[in-house]
């Protein structure tokens, strides 16, 4: 794998919504991304979600996590069956619990067993070095994003705003030679953005989420609950920093007392808030905000957006890209990096000393 050939790899991700997998093809050598091809999602039943949220907040060892792997591990080797032709598969698996103040991250989910079933190399277990070396190990999508804005032909700072359970930007100069440039890249998590809702929402109402923010549109944000929410030392911090996905459980709480309208559109608020407050961090403004992750479908959220930022906010389909596959792609982007021995994340991107190339290779029979 040493060569620098383009090939093309599968990637795939289980986030921390817990809804599901997604899976798709990138063509690239490890800096430039010479195509996207098919991509593929597998939801979570309830069954399997269940057992996932059981396991959270668990350590390797827990009964909750064998079972949460099984899941994974399924789940996964039923998508990726689907893709023929890959030459690398990169497996992020499911965070369980995330705590790099301490120096520990788990994703459920074996590499090894995956390269059995699916007989190429698999690249996993992408954070840990990084946390072991003093980063946060997250967030690991900023290289892809900056090879995303190369191939967009862009000649200005933008910003790649990934609103999943947990949200993260990553500030973007294609002007830069490589992401790991200085200069190039800084990257953090924004706060929670789907996740309170979601838990919301299936709490309430027994939904999985709050679609299209029509639920929202029809409540009031409590404003003081939203002062206070920022006044969390998290967002004082300077970045990179990462977030767990239970960091502001306290959220849910504080929206307690209220209608189901007013909880969902205090929760709406509180995210798109904390993305403004990121905005402060940046070196340099930029030219656009593209959104990705399941927030850009909530049109409250992408409403709130648009009100609080000081440039245009568009879902990445407006650059022609896929916004359910962005980080699924990424991972098979940054197997290739580790395979060819490139970093994949930095002091600007995680806050690890110096450039890490995380990951380790699992291969067939091994």
């Known amino acids: 794998?040493?060569?620098?050939?383009?090939?093309?790899?599968?990637?795939?991700?289980?986030?921390?919504?817990?809804?599901?997998?997604?899976?798709?093809?990138?063509?690239?050598?490890?800096?430039?991304?010479?195509?996207?091809?098919?991509?593929?999602?597998?939801?979570?039943?309830?069954?399997?979600?269940?057992?996932?949220?059981?396991?959270?907040?668990?350590?390797?060892?827990?009964?909750?996590?064998?079972?949460?792997?099984?899941?994974v591990e399924a789940a996964h080797a039923e998508l990726m069956s689907q893709f023929g032709s890959a030459a690398l598969v990169g497996f992020h698996g499911q965070t369980l619990a995330h705590d790099p103040a301490h120096g520990r991250t788990h994703q459920a989910g074996s590499g090894a067993v995956l390269a059995e079933v699916l007989g190429v190399p698999v690249v996993w277990d992408f954070r840990s070095s990084d946390v072991a070396l003093g980063g946060q190990g997250a967030p690991l999508v900023p290289f892809f994003h900056f090879a995303l804005a190369r191939r967009l032909g862009a000649e200005a700072p933008l910003a790649f705003l990934n609103l999943g359970g947990v949200g993260n930007v990553t500030w973007v100069d294609p002007r830069c030679a490589r992401a790991e440039d200085d200069g190039a890249c800084l990257a953090f998590d924004t706060g929670p953005a789907n996740a309170p809702i979601n838990d919301l929402m299936r709490a309430r109402r027994g939904e999985m989420r709050d679609d299209a923010g029509a639920l929202a549109a029809t409540g009031t944000a409590d404003a003081a609950i939203v002062a206070e929410f920022l006044k969390h030392p998290y967002f004082f911090r300077m970045p990179p920093k990462s977030l767990d996905r239970d960091d502001f459980a306290g959220l849910l709480e504080a929206v307690a007392e209220l209608s189901d309208a007013d909880a969902a559109a205090t929760l709406t608020r509180a995210a798109a808030e904390s993305v403004a407050r990121a905005f402060e961090h940046f070196p340099a403004p930029v030219s656009r905000v593209l959104v990705c992750g399941g927030g850009r479908h909530n049109a409250t959220l992408m409403r709130d957006l648009a009100a609080l930022l000081p440039c245009p906010v568009e879902a990445v389909e407006a650059a022609g890209l896929n916004g359910d596959m962005i980080e699924a792609q990424a991972f098979a982007y940054l197997a290739v990096r580790v395979a060819r021995g490139l970093p994949t994340s930095g002091p600007s991107t995680t806050g690890v000393p110096a450039l890490v190339g995380g990951g380790r290779i699992s291969t067939p029979g091994t």
Not at 15 to 27: I, K
Not at 32 to 47: H, K
Request: charged residues 25%; negative net charge; proline residues 6%.
């Open 1 to 71: 794998m040493q060569k620098a050939e383009p090939i093309w790899a599968l990637g795939a991700m289980s986030g921390t919504s817990l809804d599901g997998v997604d899976a798709a093809m990138v063509l690239t050598d490890g800096e430039r991304i010479l195509d996207l091809g098919e991509s593929a999602y597998r939801p979570y039943d309830e069954e399997e979600q269940a057992i996932l949220r059981a396991a959270l907040g668990h350590w390797p060892g827990a009964p909750e996590v064998e079972a949460a792997a099984e899941v």
